[in-house]
């Protein structure tokens, strides 16, 4: 049998368990409390004052105005503390300041190719953090961590890049360790296609518990949610779809130097080659968005193809996983319904019945959102988590 | 943010959480039991002496024999209360008796085929069952929960077959409210190969965290265990790659009506049809196994081969899951070395290297096992669980 993992309730770490019951928002009296938990209410009553002392817990409703008696209900206080957030891409930093129910209260980007090294982009993640806070009359002091999303294969228990193609000197850099140095919060890191996936489901299918997300842009990568809950895999490399290899694409040389790789047929870059071939000016994936947007019969087409290419390998995903949402976001993922029905035209002929039945092909909702979003969830889900709040009671 | 499932830790129930602790098999004295909850001595007691009562805490230790003083140390009980496990295949039954750890305590098994339709065979499972547990002197009383797992699609939730092609008579059939009038105990439902993947991961790999259990029998399927969790997806599909379609399958008819399942391409009866296409006098997956063992170079052959097309959808399986874990079982398991060869020498070679550089395919541990074991699981996790207590407390 699994070992369950051991419930610490006494001393401090006791206003852990308390703050997970008030985690939904939903305001609670200390009676209430100690009824849920048949714990005393004077024990109660000591880790509610240990959660609003963090500034996690405030009361709430009428009995604030009522004089000298203690204020009656009690519940998450959304933005007296915060998180940060960086989507860093291969050429731009989005930063953002967020609530603790992910609310984004205010944001900067600007180009910053990756290709800098970690500590220059860095550097500028605590400047327009720092700028952030100051324009919200807050400071680091109310911050309870950041996350991180970077463009390539990430080990998320360590929050180290590991061999990212396009990230010279990033290759095993201790994001977490930089970032405890400079900002003094924890840093929580993944691959972008990841924190994508997360941002999509927080915001617009928190109830589904079996997501795929697929991104397609300069790459394509997908971020799995089964069960409810982000699937890393063993080397966090799960979703890693851009390479599946498809017969349609023999010949085709991929960056990663296989041949006929999804990437190499159905990314930005790769329809805007095809295009190139067929006699279309078009140097990248963003001209092709917009070809396919003036109505441009030959991107169109060639969108479609790429949809369908796509759809290949999802058929396969389907399968295996039995998603009941497949969300097609990143950049290319601006064209709309040409690379959807692509998609569709694939997957729903290619696969049995009881696997697509009930399932939805669909559009990013988060669009360019999705990122910052989810580095949000990512740093609130830790800072919140069990060990977050024992780590902040301790601290 | 996600709401916390709220925990209710007041009155009778409470005891379920304590009980929570005790699972892991460790002696625990109730002083560590008060220190470890922050819960007063007195209402630990309560709560010892209710799992006392329901036979799944016993005392331990040397403070047995100390006279009129209480036993000071607690811990489960593994064998005062059972489950019972059914594997039901194609053609036989297998039904065992199994204590809380997962250990079987007796079986049997018989020759019954599922087409017979849920009532006989249902009616089999109870009447093994009583003479097992007579033969271990128990009696229903002692017995939590039942496994079940069945050759077809299962929606796991309702414990109903879902158009199950080899089932006549089960589609739609409530097997937990059968089992509930006839046995008076809850019966947890799954099909096959996910009962397998849970028994291979409980016996043989408890601390993967992912895990891909593949089958390779009359039919091909899998069982996803992602997160240290058995994935089922949105409508219990999951894992259901045997009808994936591989490129040199054009033109191979399939079961399902499609052409060039990798089910048509590898499975026992495939096998042994390309055989006989090629001469060799053989009916079933189990005649090529002999073969195999024999040495017969045409059988060997074919059995590398359907390695090698698993293996295709294999890759893509694990740029997806990133498995740390490849299991291969199911009667075709048998052959050993040439079926495993002909996987890893596709996966191995068509995966980025992050993915496989510490991936192991390999052989079921579990072997003919595999199946009660993960239906023993499947009780055991249900009847254990924070809601199965709560229930045996509410009697």
Request: negative net charge; aromatic residues 2%; charged residues 20%.
């Amino acid at each position: 049998m699994t070992a369950p993992r051991t419930v610490a309730v006494s001393g401090a770490a006791g206003a852990s368990d308390l703050f997970q019951l008030l985690r939904d928002g939903r305001p609670r009296t200390r009676a209430e409390l100690a009824a849920l938990t048949g714990l005393a209410r004077s024990t109660v009553g000591l880790r509610v004052d240990a959660l609003r002392e963090l500034g996690l817990v405030e009361p709430v409703g009428e009995s604030i105005s009522s004089g000298g008696r203690p204020p009656s209900q009690f519940a998450l206080a959304p933005s007296a503390r915060l998180v940060l957030a960086a989507d860093l891409g291969a050429s731009h930093a989005t930063v953002v300041v967020s609530d603790l129910t992910g609310t984004i209260l205010a944001r900067s980007q600007e180009r910053r190719p990756i290709a800098e090294g970690p500590e220059p982009v860095l550097e500028a993640v605590v400047t327009s953090s720092t700028q952030l806070l100051k324009g919200l009359d807050r400071d680091l002091d109310d911050v309870l961590a950041i996350g991180i999303g970077l463009p390539g294969p990430v080990e998320h228990d360590t929050g180290r890049a590991i061999n990212p193609p396009i990230m010279p000197g990033w290759d095993g850099f201790d994001v977490p360790e930089w970032i405890d140095r400079h900002l003094g919060i924890p840093a929580l890191v993944d691959n972008d296609v990841n924190i994508m996936a997360m941002g999509e489901h927080r915001l617009a299918f928190r109830d589904v518990e079996h997501l795929l997300f697929v991104k397609v842009a300069t790459g394509v990568g997908s971020g799995i949610i089964s069960g409810g809950v982000l699937q890393r895999g063993a080397q966090g490399s799960a979703g890693d779809i851009g390479h599946v290899r498809l017969p349609r694409g023999a010949g085709v040389v991929c960056t990663c130097g296989n041949t006929g790789c999804l990437e190499a047929m159905a990314s930005g870059p790769a329809i805007a080659r095809q295009l190139r071939e067929a006699g279309v000016e078009v140097e990248t994936g963003q001209q092709v968005v917009d070809l396919v947007r003036a109505g441009d019969v030959d991107a169109i087409r060639a969108v479609r193809q790429a949809g369908r290419d796509i759809g290949e390998v999802l058929t396969v995903c389907v399968s295996l996983l039995n998603p009941s949402v497949i969300v097609l976001g990143g950049s290319m993922a601006q064209v709309g319904e040409h690379l959807l029905a692509g998609v569709r035209e694939v997957v729903y002929t290619g696969s049995l019945p009881l696997a697509t039945e009930h399932l939805s092909i669909v559009q990013s909702v988060a669009a360019q959102d999705a990122a910052v979003i989810g580095a949000s969830v990512l740093a609130i889900d830790s800072a919140l988590s069990p060990a977050g709040i024992d780590a902040l009671l301790a601290g």
